[in-house]
Every structure is written in C-alpha cells, then in structure tokens.
T-cell receptor, first 111, second 112 residues
Framework: GQNIDQPTEMTATEGAIVQINCTYQTSGFNGLFWYQQHAGEAPTFLSYNVLDGLEEKGRFSSFLSRSKGYSYLLLKELQMKDSASYLC????????????FGKGTTLSVSS | EAGVTQSPTHLIKTRGQQATLRCSPISGHTSVYWYQQALGLGLQFLLWYDEGEERNRGNFPPRFSGRQFPNYSSELNVNALELEDSALYLCADRGGGRYEQYFGPGTRLTVT
C-alpha cells in the first residue's frame, strides 16, 4: 500500500526555525517532493530529493533518508507569509509518474 | 513562459449533472495530471495523460473520465455528480526534463 504521514498542524513564531516531518511507506520510490499551498491557491513547488541528504534552497532545506522512509522540510527565519500548508509527496513508479500526497501540515506563524 | 491554465475558476452544479473542466499545460509540454483536493482528504491523483493517451488513473470510479487533445490540452469530465465530488480540481504538468509538477490555479467545483 501507500501511506504518507505528516503532522496536521504546527505553530511557530516569526524569526524561528521549524521542522516539518514526513514519513512514507510506498511500494516503490522515485523521489520526494515538498510543496507549499496558501489557502485558496494552488500548490507551488519547493524542493525535490531523490538521494539521501540535505538540499538547501535559501531559507528552505529538505532532507531525505530513504532507508528510514523519512523526510523533513526545514524553514528558517520564519516570516508571516510562510503561514500555509506544506505538502509532502512521493513519486511511486507503481503509480506511473503521478505524485502520492500526504494530507499536508498547516503551519501558522505568529508575531 | 505562461503557466498551466484551467477553466472555469468556479463551477456550480446540482447532483446528477455532468461537469467538464479544462486544462492547458505549458506550451510544448505533453503530460497532464489531474488531482482532486477535497476538504480533509489532501490531494488525490485522478488521471494522467501523456501524448494524447491515458497512462494511469487513481482509485476513482469510472464516472471520472477525460481526454487529451492533439494540442495537449485536457478535459476532465465528471458524470452523475455526487455531493462528495465538491472539491478543488487541480491540473498539473511536467515537462522540460523536470521531475516536479507545476500546478494550475484549479477549478472549484461545488455540487448542491
């Protein structure tokens, strides 16, 4: 089967660092993706990991451990505009090239 | 380059009717993916089209169907609408040698 788990909600304050975890169990694995989705808008692509390790892109970093079926998204120097849902998705070759999404983590950033 | 486009933005239908949603990928990109985002369920994969053919479908009943046209735009049809079909329907494309998918703005379908 396919299962992707993320915390439902997280809260943090401006300027802080937050880590959003994602665990996955899929039949196959061909990459893990993180998307950001503001309320009422479409998801926007943040990062892609296919090999173990950390990928850094500005204030956002994403980590992958394939042996543990685990990833996290790290957001530094949080800003109010980072309040959004963060979606973890896996590409499972069994599903072709479609993405299998978790239910998302809603992050609220307060001042 | 222009992004993925979808129409209409909003669609209101009554139970039992049919809905047609449209998507145009970025020019030259041949793959189109359809996803449903219902409240509390997250994004769920519906259909994948590439080069005019249906390549894969998610765990949805046959009343969800679609097609891809020669210009790679795509249409999603939902027949015999049910209340639980109310959701945001997102179209995504993947092309240019990328692995990630880029989403259109979505169509909000409301079934009353």
């Amino acid at each position: 089967g396919q299962n992707i788990d993320q915390p439902t909600e997280m809260t943090a304050t401006e300027g802080a660092i937050v880590q959003i975890n994602c665990t996955y169990q899929t039949s196959g694995f061909n990459g893990l993706f993180w998307y950001q989705q503001h309320a009422g808008e479409a998801p926007t692509f943040l990062s892609y990991n296919v090999l173990d390790g950390l990928e850094e892109k500005g204030r956002f970093s994403s980590f992958l451990s394939r042996s543990k079926g685990y990833s996290y998204l790290l957001l530094k120097e949080l800003q109010m505009k980072d309040s959004a849902s963060y979606l973890c998705a896996v590409r499972d070759p069994q599903a072709g090239t479609a993405l299998i999404f978790g239910k998302g983590t809603t992050l609220s950033v307060s001042s | 380059e222009a992004g993925v486009t979808q129409s209409p933005t909003h669609l209101i239908k009554t139970r039992g009717q049919q809905a047609t949603l449209r998507c145009s990928p970025i020019s030259g990109h041949t793959s189109v993916y359809w996803y449903q985002q219902a409240l509390g369920l997250g994004l769920q994969f519906l259909l994948w089209y590439d080069e005019g053919e249906e390549r894969n479908r998610g765990n949805f009943p046959p009343r969800f169907s679609g097609r891809q046209f020669p210009n790679y735009s795509s249409e999603l049809n939902v027949n015999a609408l049910e209340l639980e079909d109310s959701a945001l329907y997102l179209c995504a494309d993947r092309g240019g040698g990328r692995y990630e998918q880029y989403f259109g703005p979505g169509t909000r379908l409301t079934v009353t």
